[in-house]
């Protein structure tokens, strides 16, 4: 009982940031008096990266005293002067560097699975935040496809709790995977969540509100959710959580530096195969930051495309590449789409996008035709969103401005397909370069049997989902969501590229931790898991000593 009248009041510990932040103005404090370290100047961690993994990793580092320098391929944004209410504006918040995709069934790049700048991809994502399920972390042993993780789940459910409690999260109790409760009550559902919840409910499927990291109440000095619609464009009054507004901050007030538009291209090491810092570009000009060590947190396309592109002594075939592992067993997540028509207004965009789900089908049923299985949740697309959507079902002219004209009828879910990790899923690098002097990355996808059985029967339970709700039209487009893997979690160079301690094998100083650590992709979006992640390597770091002056030492489980 006291715990429910305190829900949501309590700020975390050892993480000022909600309170850091200003109470009227929405620009990120501690800038203008950000510590600088000269070039010369070894740094105990230079992290390549500012999304879910580096800015945890940063902020935990930064607290418990090391000297960190985060460097970051897109700005340092303003949520007040750089985001705007507007889709067609906001195209410069998300990574539109090119990238070379094939394979049969070849992943479009850019919005849906790449971030840009400090915050990463949590500045544009839709805030929806489940844990991965104990089941994830060995699918091998369970249901003979995938690969087990060198880590349980038990080893992340504290961090699970840590983190939620920063972001902060809202949901209902939660009755699936490892049941759990969470610090902010639900957020208000619309309409279109109504009737998603009522086809559910009749065709027999259990639901519930969030979970988001998305403030129901005030949070410090972060708001209250105004419900504008626009969290896929960078939530401008700082209620989404994202590193940017939930760490960043506190790692500032501790002396991270963290310098924005700087492109790391090359992970230098020397004679002896350690890492002593890394090459960068920033207005044009190259440049060398020292480091006792790296930790590597591009994420899945550009972490592998780094490890490769780094080759020295002892790493003819780039860093951690002795089995040939980097940049394999890439994944995405099937995230096929229906929209069901009804009578009234629904106004799907007055609310978090993803209001209610279900992970009620989330484990291996024996009774289906494929291993593992998917989660569902409603998706609240805007305008220039759904005019893909009726796109992509085939309607053109007079039909297309008719489902325009008739937007605010329209309900949208989506559904999360695990597919399966492929070694010839992988990131390589291409012949051509980009305009850093780094060859560009090509990402060849291909699905499996298994994976196109997931998604047809995902598909079809949406499609029940809208006919047992009274639907009067659907409209369905299939597409892909999130990436992980590429650098993965595992026992030995042969399997993988990094160990249970995140360091890459063969190295004594150079670590991964961000989603391409991960082994499998489970039906679960991956940014809480990767901040969870982040905040465990902190821990193991932490019981660490390192200082500048006598380098860096690590006898962790990998290497």
Same mark, same amino acid.
């Given at each position: 009982?006291?715990?429910? =009248?305190?829900?949501?009041?309590?700020l975390?510990?050892?993480?000022?940031?909600?309170?850091?932040?200003?109470p009227?103005?929405?620009?990120?404090?501690?800038?203008?008096?950000?510590?600088?370290?000269?070039?010369? /100047?070894?740094? /105990?961690?230079?992290?390549?990266?500012?999304?879910?993994?580096?800015?945890?990793?940063a902020?935990?580092?930064?607290?418990s005293?090391?000297?960190?320098?985060?460097?970051?391929?897109?700005?340092?944004?303003?949520?007040? &002067?750089?985001?705007?209410?507007?889709?067609?504006?906001?195209?410069?918040?998300?990574?539109?560097?090119?990238?070379?995709v094939?394979?049969?069934?070849p992943?479009?790049?850019?919005?849906? #699975?790449?971030? %840009?700048?400090?915050g990463?991809?949590?500045?544009?994502?839709?805030?929806?935040?489940?844990?991965?399920?104990?089941?994830?972390?060995?699918?091998?042993t369970?249901?003979?496809?995938g690969? /087990?993780?060198?880590?349980?789940?038990?080893d992340?459910?504290?961090?699970?709790?840590?983190?939620?409690?920063?972001?902060?999260?809202a949901?209902?109790?939660?009755?699936?995977?490892d049941?759990?409760?969470?610090? %902010?009550? *639900?957020?208000?559902?619309?309409g279109?969540?109504?009737?998603?919840?009522?086809?559910?409910?009749?065709?027999?499927?259990?639901?519930r509100?969030?979970?988001?990291?998305?403030? #129901?109440?005030?949070?410090?000095?972060?708001?209250?959710?105004?419900?504008?619609?626009?969290? =896929?464009?960078?939530?401008?009054?700082?209620?989404?959580?994202?590193?940017l507004?939930?760490h960043v901050?506190?790692?500032?007030?501790?002396?991270?530096?963290i310098?924005?538009?700087?492109?790391?291209?090359?992970?230098?090491?020397?004679?002896?195969?350690?890492?002593?810092?890394?090459?960068?570009? %920033?207005?044009?000009?190259?440049?060398?930051?020292r480091?006792?060590?790296? &930790?590597?947190?591009?994420?899945?396309?550009?972490?592998?495309? =780094?490890?490769?592109?780094?080759?020295?002594?002892?790493?003819?075939?780039?860093?951690?590449?002795?089995?040939?592992?980097?940049?394999?067993?890439?994944?995405?997540?099937?995230?096929?789409?229906? &929209?069901?028509?009804?009578?009234?207004?629904?106004?799907?965009?007055?609310?978090?996008?993803?209001?209610?789900?279900?992970?009620?089908?989330?484990?291996?049923?024996?009774?289906?035709?494929f +291993?593992r299985?998917?989660?569902?949740?409603?998706?609240? *697309? =805007?305008?220039?969103?759904? +005019?893909?959507h009726v796109?992509?079902?085939?309607?053109?002219?007079?039909?297309?401005?008719?489902?325009m004209r008739?937007? #605010?009828?329209?309900?949208?879910?989506?559904?999360?397909?695990?597919?399966?990790?492929?070694?010839?899923?992988?990131?390589?690098?291409?012949d051509?370069?980009?305009?850093?002097?780094?060859?560009?990355?090509?990402?060849?996808?291909?699905?499996?049997?298994?994976?196109?059985r997931?998604?047809?029967?995902?598909?079809?339970?949406?499609?029940?989902?809208?006919?047992?709700?009274?639907?009067?039209?659907?409209?369905?487009?299939?597409?892909?969501? %999130?990436?992980?893997?590429?650098?993965?979690?595992?026992?030995?160079?042969? #399997?993988?590229?990094?160990?249970?301690?995140?360091?890459?094998?063969?190295?004594?100083?150079?670590?991964?931790?961000?989603?391409?650590?991960?082994?499998t992709?489970?039906?679960a979006?991956?940014?809480?898991?990767?901040?969870?992640?982040?905040?465990?390597?902190?821990?193991?770091?932490?019981r660490?000593?390192?200082? &500048?002056?006598?380098?860096?030492?690590?006898?962790?489980?990998?290497?």
């Amino acid at each position: 009982m006291i715990k429910d =009248l305190f829900k949501g009041s309590v700020l975390p510990r050892d993480n000022d940031s909600a309170r850091l932040l200003h109470p009227t103005r929405r620009d990120i404090p501690g800038r203008d008096r950000m510590r600088r370290f000269a070039h010369d /100047d070894e740094v /105990d961690m230079l992290i390549i990266g500012c999304g879910a993994g580096g800015g945890v990793l940063a902020q935990r580092l930064a607290r418990s005293g090391w000297r960190v320098c985060v460097l970051e391929r897109g700005p340092f944004w303003d949520p007040e &002067a750089d985001w705007v209410s507007d889709e067609a504006g906001s195209d410069h918040i998300y990574w539109n560097d090119v990238r070379i995709v094939g394979g049969e069934d070849p992943v479009q790049m850019g919005k849906n #699975n790449s971030g %840009h700048g400090v915050g990463g991809s949590m500045v544009h994502y839709a805030g929806y935040t489940p844990r991965f399920h104990p089941s994830d972390f060995e699918t091998q042993t369970r249901d003979g496809v995938g690969a /087990d993780w060198p880590i349980a789940y038990r080893d992340l459910r504290e961090h699970y709790a840590r983190v939620e409690r920063e972001l902060p999260v809202a949901g209902q109790d939660w009755p699936w995977g490892d049941p759990h409760s969470y610090p %902010h009550s *639900p957020h208000p559902i619309c309409g279109a969540a109504e009737r998603a919840w009522q086809g559910a409910i009749r065709h027999g499927i259990e639901m519930r509100v969030g979970p988001v990291a998305i403030a #129901n109440g005030v949070f410090g000095n972060r708001p209250h959710c105004i419900y504008r619609g626009f969290c =896929l464009q960078g939530c401008k009054v700082n209620a989404k959580a994202s590193p940017l507004v939930t760490h960043v901050p506190d790692a500032l007030e501790h002396g991270a530096e963290i310098r924005a538009d700087c492109m790391v291209v090359r992970i230098e090491v020397d004679a002896s195969g350690r890492a002593t810092g890394v090459m960068y570009v %920033h207005e044009g000009r190259e440049c060398f930051q020292r480091a006792a060590a790296v &930790a590597v947190c591009g994420y899945s396309i550009e972490s592998p495309r =780094l490890l490769l592109n780094s080759s020295g002594p002892g790493y003819p075939n780039g860093i951690g590449n002795a089995g040939d592992q980097v940049g394999r067993y890439l994944m995405v997540q099937g995230a096929p789409q229906v &929209a069901g028509r009804f009578p009234e207004l629904l106004r799907m965009y007055k609310a978090p996008p993803p209001e209610v789900s279900s992970e009620q089908f989330y484990e291996t049923d024996p009774s289906r035709d494929f +291993a593992r299985g998917f989660s569902i949740q409603t998706i609240s *697309p =805007l305008p220039i969103g759904w +005019a893909e959507h009726v796109l992509a079902d085939g309607h053109r002219g007079a039909a297309l401005r008719e489902y325009m004209r008739d937007y #605010n009828h329209w309900a949208v879910l989506g559904a999360l397909s695990e597919l399966l990790a492929l070694p010839e899923n992988r990131v390589t690098l291409a012949d051509e370069t980009d305009g850093f002097g780094m060859p560009l990355a090509r990402f060849d996808y291909t699905q499996c049997e298994n994976d196109r059985r997931n998604i047809a029967f995902a598909k079809q339970t949406l499609h029940d989902i809208w006919e047992s709700a009274g639907a009067q039209d659907v409209l369905t487009i299939d597409r892909y969501a %999130h990436l992980v893997g590429g650098c993965r979690m595992g026992t030995s160079p042969d #399997n993988s590229v990094v160990g249970a301690d995140h360091r890459v094998w063969g190295t004594d100083n150079v670590f991964v931790c961000d989603g391409s650590v991960m082994p499998t992709q489970g039906s679960a979006n991956p940014a809480l898991t990767i901040m969870v992640l982040a905040s465990r390597l902190a821990e193991l770091l932490g019981r660490k000593q390192v200082g &500048a002056t006598r380098g860096f030492a690590y006898a962790g489980a990998g290497g």
